[in-house]
């Protein structure tokens, strides 16, 4: 339940103004909704349109399988028009709250039948959605008995055709793929663990001598990795189709705008590996650096006074209070010597 | 049950060497698979949340004397393919032929059945050609190989989950879900520190050894949790040359402590702003707050002592003997019972040394409606049902007051039952 951006704002600046802070586990919780340097895995919001049938029902649930544990399901229908100023709001409403930043919304009517609108945000707001009408679809319970992948795998991704770079919309939905089924991005992975492939294949399809469009296969298969017979390291894959498997084709698009794309591209500095500029390694091989320090500010500089100057100012109090103590105690002597002298005996 | 058998197939198929066996040809082969989806279709399929049958669960290499057909040896005509192994991401670029992909004489009117039992969308003709399944899987196969290749080169380094192979940085620049955080601006506090040269405080540790009770207590916290609590908790302070010996020290600690408090979280609000978390101008709009309340306060306290304090309704006067009324709470017990008699003290007689009675005024209650009007009567009965609630059952005013030790904690009649020897059997009705 991550917080609207002006709750969030609210929100701190009461904590700040002197507010109870809140639970420990909730401040850590509220922390990772916070942009951070390096992102991890993107939560996906899958939803229902305005009316969804039980195949594409099927089709959000095979998703929320394949992409466990990221993707959250959502029950109901939603009155969300996609292509609309509202329902974009709506659905970027619907992806803070449930810490999502990729999503995919089901519907079907008459018009637009087993519609897919795959779309994702940058900073809580749209950035790109594309509509695809599913022409074909075999789900996971479809592949009844036949092995499948683990919960929360990688998948190894890939794109087949040459049209995957030669259109622009079908540039921009590889990468929307790509955001989709990768999962986490890591730095290392145990090879051992990859069990299966997702492979999209775009061609040039005319159907009844229509205009040809491109027409997307979408296959995944299960990988059983087998030692190379031929005695190569790497092994070799073994695939048998697991589903889900999809064809469609793009019915509508709506992309970012070049400068919110370049900014949703934009990396933040501290990630890039510097360069020591002030190491160099010298003939003995020896790594010797330079330190390049600022101008310093001798004027308003306060030091630490010396270990001799501050035993001389201890001296010279401990000296004046003997001298006070001497001059009260003559004092004292004189006027009892008065006394003395007016009454005849002491005090 | 079927799943194992499918899995225990497919290891069978892997063992026995002859191609006939393999997935494109034989009546065998497809008749056994035909078995397999004829018992499992039965069965309820893959339920979304992740009933996975895994083949193994883990890598079996097992030793396959012959290659099944769906994997292409590395010397024949392959596409080759570009590779993103960040993302472990092969793309064939090749031109693919649709005339290949669609078919419609390839001879897999078996194959593509075998596989799965039902479709849950089922492809239009008019709309979608029929795909030549096997080329796909050819196809992913292919690339399938030559991208294990790859991920099998990179370095792979031992760790205790197992050897895991380093991958590159990713290839494909993919958008970020937020904009990069904002750089962190320096309180001012910092800045002043970086160009005086102080180094930030060394670790403290979070519980110090309290002297006094000998225990191990937090460094910050309440007066009993805190270890080594200064003079607030000191029933004797000693009063020091420049102090007002008039002046309670203890209270003036707790005003210190609140100025303190005030001026950390200015401070701290005004670092806010310069930083941007904040909008400009609440940190002034907070010390005005601040200022205006005082003020307010300043004012009833003055109104008091002109207009004298008025008593609540009902003040504690029975203590134990641990307790002292205090000088405040006797003015207001005498001035509660100074008042209450049915002529609210105007004509009773001053006693000696008695302080001037303040009048009372009457305080007329306001009558919704007249007497008679069956709302009202309806609103005081649930008045009177509340406050009777309120009696027997308790309320959380009342309970959070006992908490407080606000109640009574001497013994009175109605703490615990006694018995006076004249319960409900021994009273006799008198006749007549």
Known sequence: ????????????????????????????????????????????????????????????????????????????????????????????????????????????????????????????????????????????????????????????????????????????????????????????????????????TAVEASVGGQEAFPMIHQRTYYMKLKRDPQGGVAPVPYLTPSGPDMDFKIRRTQFASPDLWKLAMKQPQGIKAKKKKNQTTNVFGETIGRLHLDKQDIDNRSGKKSKALRLAEKIEKEEENAALEAELGQEEDEMNQEFEQAFGHSQ | MARKKAAAKMEDEDASSSLAESLE?????????????????????????????????????????????????????????????????????????????????SNNSKLDKTWYSSTTIEGDSRQLPRVNEDLLLRKAAEGTTQLLRELWKLPIENTDVGPMAKLPSVETKLPR???????????????????????????????????????????????????????????????????????????????????????????????????????????????????????????????????????????????????????????????????????????????????ERKKQLVKKRKVEGEGTNSRFIASEAEKSNAILSRVMNGSKEKERDVKRGRYAKGETAYDYEFNDGLGAGSFKKKKG
């Open chain 2, 177 to 355: 879900a937020l904009p990069p955080p904002p750089p962190k601006q320096m309180t001012k506090w910092e800045q002043f520190a970086r160009e005086r040269g102080i180094g930030p405080k060394s670790k403290r540790s979070r519980k110090v050894f309290d002297e006094a009770t000998g225990e191990w207590k937090y460094l910050t916290g309440s007066v009993e949790n805190k270890a080594n609590a200064g003079p607030e908790s000191w029933p004797i302070i000693e009063v020091k040359k420049n102090d007002d010996p008039m002046q309670d020290p203890w209270e003036r600690l707790r005003e210190e402590k609140k100025t303190r408090v005030g001026k950390n979280t200015e401070a701290r609000m005004r670092n806010a702003e310069r930083s941007g978390q904040l909008t400009k101008g609440s940190a002034n709009k907070m010390v005005k707050n601040q200022k205006r309340l005082e003020k307010q306060r300043e004012l009833t306290r003055e109104t008091e002592r002109k207009n004298g304090i008025t008593a609540p309704a009902g003040v504690p006067t029975d203590f134990g003997t641990d307790q002292k009324r205090g000088k405040n709470s006797t003015q207001l017990a005498l001035k509660a019972t100074q008042t209450s008699t049915a002529s609210l003290g105007r004509f009773d007689k001053m006693l000696e040394g008695e302080p």
């Open chain 1, 1 to 200: 339940m991550a917080p609207t951006p002006h709750q969030a704002k609210t929100a701190k600046a009461k904590l700040i103004s002197g507010g109870k802070q809140p639970k420990a586990r909730v401040a850590r919780y509220l922390k990772t909704t916070e942009s951070q340097l390096v992102e991890g895995g993107k939560g996906s919001l899958l939803l229902k349109g305005i009316r969804c049938s039980e195949s594409m029902s099927t089709v959000l649930k095979d998703m929320r399988s394949v992409q466990a544990p990221h993707a959250k399901l959502l029950s109901k229908n939603n009155l969300i028009v996609p292509f609309d100023d509202a329902g974009q709001q709506s659905l970027e409403f619907l992806t803070t709250k449930n810490d999502a930043t990729v999503f995919a919304m089901a519907s079907h009517n008459k018009k637009r039948p087993n519609n897919l609108v795959l779309g994702r945000t940058f900073d809580r707001r749209v950035l790109d959605m594309v509509e695809i009408g599913i022409l074909q679809y075999r789900s996971l319970s479809d592949f009844g008995g036949l092995p499948k992948k683990r919960l929360g795998s990688k998948p190894l991704l890939q794109f087949v055709g040459d049209l995957w770079s030669s259109d622009v919309n079908l540039k921009r939905l590889q990468n929307l793929m790509i955001d989709f089924y990768r999962g986490d991005p890591v730095d290392s992975l145990v090879l051992s663990g990859l069990d299966h492939v997702i492979v999209f």
């Open chain 2, 25 to 105: 040809s034989s009546d065998d082969s497809d008749q056994s698979h035909d078995d397999e989806h004829e018992s499992s279709s039965n069965e309820d399929g893959d339920e979304e949340g992740g009933e996975y049958s895994d083949g193994e669960g883990q890598e079996e290499i097992t030793n396959a004397p012959a290659a099944p057909t769906n994997i292409v040896p590395s010397s024949g005509a392959t596409e080759q393919c570009t590779f993103d192994l960040g993302n472990l991401l092969a793309h064939n670029t090749h031109q693919l032929n649709p005339a290949q992909v669609y078919d419609r004489k």
